[in-house]
T-cell receptor, first 112, second 110 residues
Framework: NAGVTQTPKFRVLKTGQSMTLLCAQD?????MYWYRQDPGMGLRLIHYSVGEGTTAKGEVPDGYNVSRLKKQNFLLGLESAAPSQTSVYFCASSPGLVTEAFFGQGTRLTVV | KQEVTQIPAALSVPEGENLVLNCSFTDSAIYNLQWFRQDPGKGLTSLLLIQSSQREQTSGRLNASLDKSSGRSTLYIAASQPGDSATYLC?????????FGAGTTVTVRA
């Protein structure tokens, strides 16, 4: 069972470059989430999706875009990376609101 | 907006001592509360899930309580071991998302 898989695991970007982070889940979950984790701040929600074709903004959506074209995949895009986007990014999925959430192993992104 | 607080931010105990980790939240209209463990440089591993209608949940040496009306949860780890050293995060589910505390970093000294 793969669970939630994030690609890539590590990435270094130059300021202004773009990239896409891929999250894939094989559990047929409806809900998917993108979080960022910064030291001392806990996890903050960037965007989330409650089903295929839907997306919604979380707490810190600026500078990011997302797409959920297929139920199993949730993509996070950075159009023009900034040093403030240096962080560890986590994807998560869950069957619904009252059920357990499962997390990927994270993507460590550095913007120089 | 849901605010989740975990106190203390860090804790160091000798092996064998019981651990008590606290989590508080401001909006009691939650669906559930989940405790996670995070090892350095790793992802989050789910430890316990407590539904809003439950008062506690147990798994092995771990026991979590939930007092929704007062906005508090406590994670107890009995007879701590060096392998319990990690950061423990609590998260509450409401309004279609999970809101996290900043975590408690635990060190168990051998």
């Amino acid at each position: 069972n793969a669970g939630v898989t994030q690609t890539p695991k590590f990435r270094v970007l130059k300021t202004g470059q773009s990239m896409t982070l891929l999250c894939a889940q094989d559990m047929n979950h409806e809900y998917m989430y993108w979080y960022r984790q910064d030291p001392g701040m806990g996890l903050r929600l960037i965007h989330y999706s409650v089903g295929e074709g839907t997306t919604a903004k979380g707490e810190v959506p600026d500078g990011y875009n997302v797409s959920r074209l297929k139920k199993q995949n949730f993509l996070l895009g950075l159009e023009s990376a900034a040093p403030s986007q240096t962080s560890v990014y986590f994807c998560a999925s869950s069957p619904g609101l009252v059920t357990e959430a499962f997390f990927g192993q994270g993507t460590r992104l550095t913007v120089v | 907006k849901q605010e989740v607080t975990q106190i203390p931010a860090a804790l160091s105990v000798p092996e064998g001592e019981n651990l008590v980790l606290n989590c508080s939240f401001t909006d009691s209209a939650i669906y559930n509360l989940q405790w996670f463990r995070q090892d350095p440089g790793k992802g989050l591993t789910s430890l316990l899930l407590i539904q809003s209608s439950q008062r506690e949940q147990t798994s092995g040496r771990l026991n979590a309580s939930l007092d929704k009306s007062s906005g508090r949860s406590t994670l107890y780890i009995a007879a701590s071991q060096p392998g319990d050293s990690a950061t423990y995060l609590c998260a509450v589910s409401n309004d279609y998302k999970l809101s996290f505390g900043a975590g408690t970093t635990v060190t168990v000294r051998a």
